[in-house]
């Protein structure tokens, strides 16, 4: 039996994703969605917490990420999780664990969310994959469409 290393996230950004470029070349974009959960208590009364999620997405789903979406805006990630370690200034081991995505679905239009960044550019909703057969049905746009 193989084990299974997958991770389905969808909520909101809570700030315009960061594009950096590693010294080989490739393109790496993180960005952080906040999750709402809600639940009733033992005593009936309705409870909220959010999480905050770290992603990561490389190559040109990082350049796609970079370009359509901004903070404020809702979307549904597929990946892996992923922890780093590295050694601190003080030196003690630090660790972080993300979502490295694969798969990216736009859940909503840039003008669909007030709230949200000014957009970079207006665009449909769209599913961008990594993966083929992707269980969600929209507009999907493949990567090697993409003009960049």
């Known amino acids: 039996m193989r084990d299974l290393n997958k991770v389905t996230l969808m909520g909101n950004l809570t700030r315009d994703p960061e594009v950096r470029t590693t010294p080989n070349g490739q393109t790496v974009t993180s960005f952080s969605l906040a999750l709402n959960r809600s639940w009733n208590d033992q005593q009936g009364n309705r409870q909220d917490a959010v999480?905050?999620?770290?992603?990561?997405?490389?190559?040109?789903?990082?350049?796609?990420?970079?370009?359509?979406?901004?903070?404020?805006?809702?979307?549904?990630?597929?990946?892996?999780?992923?922890?780093?370690?590295?050694?601190?200034?003080?030196?003690?081991?630090?660790?972080?664990?993300?979502?490295?995505?694969?798969?990216?679905?736009?859940?909503?239009?840039?003008?669909?969310?007030?709230?949200?960044?000014?957009?970079?550019?207006?665009?449909?909703?769209?599913?961008?994959?990594?993966?083929?057969?992707?269980p969600v049905e929209t507009d999907e746009i493949s990567i090697e469409d993409i003009p960049f």
């Open 51 to 134: 999480e905050y999620i770290d992603v990561v997405a490389w190559g040109k789903l990082g350049e796609i990420v970079g370009q359509y979406l901004a903070k404020g805006r809702r979307a549904y990630v597929e990946g892996r999780l992923q922890t780093r370690n590295w050694g601190a200034q003080d030196g003690s081991k630090r660790y972080k664990t993300e979502v490295v995505a694969s798969d990216l679905i736009m859940l909503d239009r840039a003008s669909d969310n007030p709230g949200a960044s000014a957009p970079r550019n207006q665009e449909p909703v769209a599913q961008v994959s990594g993966a083929q057969n992707s």
